[in-house]
């Protein structure tokens, strides 16, 4: 019998459907653009005039199941089934995602409001409740030839990719001596690109080595199995998952949204206040004026619905010969051949990864700051079609100045533990990782980033006094 037969029976092909993003860099008051992504208040009275994104992209992988060492992968013959750590439990979890942001764009309408137009691609994935002491004990010891249980209770996949173009609007709401705060909200429209799904109820299977009697002395295995299954897909997915490309899907459409505010404690603000020839009070806005910031931000809400894919509900209770089993091609075939179909429908809306989060940046002295950001999934486990960020906080060190910032984000993510990175922006080029120190460092590490784009800086600079203009250079 084949080794992966625990991977069709609990639909586990979801996952080859082919956080967290930028982990480090949007603590940075130059990140521009990208700074809506985290809070689209941010882009409101920003070190910039303009910031064009040319190309970005940000990928991210978790889990508290396997842990390895980079060096060993890079300097030797690594083996991943044998070599690697392994860390099973009744309900380990995994998460990933890709961030790819397009041509974007954020400008000044006025002194108090900005704008951003942005657009992104995104794909995320998670496996949540999977019983990873039954997944460690087929891939190690499995024998075709010996009997074996699988008690996997409930679990719950997902892998969506999707489109995104959005609008932000942010304002200045407060500006009080020392108190300043402001807001920003983004609203997304969403493109599907395709959307896998499956959850399972209750799954039990055994599997008899020498269960079916074939006649004439022969035998085969069987499969005996209980519980539910329900899976769903969208309608540029086929049974295998063979020749998937990620593509604009017929009716799969959505709208997301995200809100923020940022207050800011300036308790020297009269040091930063200046008067033009008029005597009005002006305060520069090439310069970062806080002691102490926080943010508080709302995103991804909303939902992609596609009206062109399907759900089935089976119910997999019964017995069935291992020949018949591997007789079928896929797992529909799987499933509606050998086992009873319970229901049939639309597929459900495929669900963002809404998130919480929380943002505190301490001005330590002139250009070094440190940053604690937190990041809470709102997203059930336990929901089908449901995608999901890990919750994680991270503290950042950072220098920063117009055109270099450097930073080393410490992250503990839900699951995989602590992690440490490094990044850098140099005017139009960003580069870092939250994970690529403990990767080289540590030889139990389960999570891993990167990120890198260029983009077209234009900073605010200092306000020139001129004969025939009282203040330049405010917008």
């Not at 060492?69 to 995602?97: I, M, Q």
């Not at 690109?193 to 269960?211: C, E, F, P, T």
């Not at 998952?241 to 593509?247: L, R, V, Y």
């Not at 486990?381 to 910032?405: D, L, Y």
């Amino acid at each position: 019998m084949k080794k992966t037969i625990l991977i069709p029976l609990l639909v586990l092909a979801g996952l080859s459907a082919k956080a967290q993003s930028y982990i480090g860099y949007l603590s940075d008051n130059y990140s521009g653009v990208h700074g809506l992504i985290s809070n689209p208040a941010n882009i409101a009275d920003s070190r910039f005039k303009t910031d064009v994104n040319l190309a970005g992209v940000s990928t991210f992988f978790s889990n508290d199941y396997y842990g390895l060492k980079l060096g060993d992968v890079v300097t030797s013959d690594f083996d991943f089934d044998s070599d690697g750590k392994k860390y099973p439990k009744e309900s380990n979890n995994f998460f990933g995602n890709a961030d790819v942001m397009g041509p974007s764009f954020m400008f000044n309408i006025n002194k108090t409001s900005s704008i951003a137009i942005f657009t992104r691609g995104r794909v995320s994935y998670n496996v949540n409740k999977i019983n990873g002491t039954t997944f460690e004990s087929l891939s190690n010891e499995f024998d075709e030839n010996e009997d074996f249980i699988v008690d996997e209770d409930d679990l719950y996949l997902t892998a969506n990719a999707w489109a995104e173009v959005g609008i932000t609007f942010a304002n200045v709401l407060m500006n009080k001596d020392q108190h300043f705060l402001k807001g920003g909200i983004s609203l997304k429209y969403l493109q599907g690109m395709g959307n896998a799904y499956a959850s399972g109820k209750n799954i039990n299977i055994a599997y008899d080595a020498d269960g079916t009697d074939l006649g004439g002395g022969e035998t085969t295995g069987s499969i005996t199995s209980q519980g539910s299954v329900n899976y769903g897909h969208s309608d540029n997915i086929n049974d295998d998952f063979d020749d998937f490309e990620f593509e604009i899907v017929d009716g799969a459409t959505g709208f997301g949204a995200d809100l923020g505010i940022v207050y800011e404690w300036r308790p020297n603000y009269a040091s930063y206040t200046s008067q033009d020839r008029q005597g009005n009070p002006f305060v520069p806005k090439h310069l970062n004026k806080y002691k102490l910031k926080l943010g508080l931000s709302l995103t991804d809400l909303g939902a992609i619905k596609y009206k062109n894919g399907t759900e089935n509900a089976y119910d997999i209770t019964g017995t069935v010969n291992e020949e018949d089993f591997e007789d079928q091609d896929g797992i529909e075939d799987i499933l509606s051949t050998l086992y009873t179909q319970t229901g049939s429908g639309a597929a459900a809306k495929s669900a963002l990864p809404t998130a919480l989060h929380l943002n505190i940046d301490y001005n330590l002295h002139k250009k070094f700051y440190l940053n604690l950001n937190t990041d809470f999934s709102l997203s059930s486990n336990s929901k089908a079609n449901t995608n999901r960020v890990p919750t994680m906080a991270s503290i950042t060190p950072r220098f920063e100045s117009k055109w270099f910032s450097f930073y080393m984000p410490v992250s503990l993510i839900q699951g995989s533990g602590a992690q440490w990175g490094a990044g850098f922006r140099a005017g139009p080029l960003y580069v870092g990782s939250g994970s690529v120190l403990s990767l080289l460092m540590s030889d139990n590490s389960k999570a891993a980033d990167i990120y890198a784009g260029i983009k077209i800086p234009v900073y605010q600079g200092k306000p020139k006094n001129k004969e025939s203009d009282d203040v330049m250079g405010e917008m």
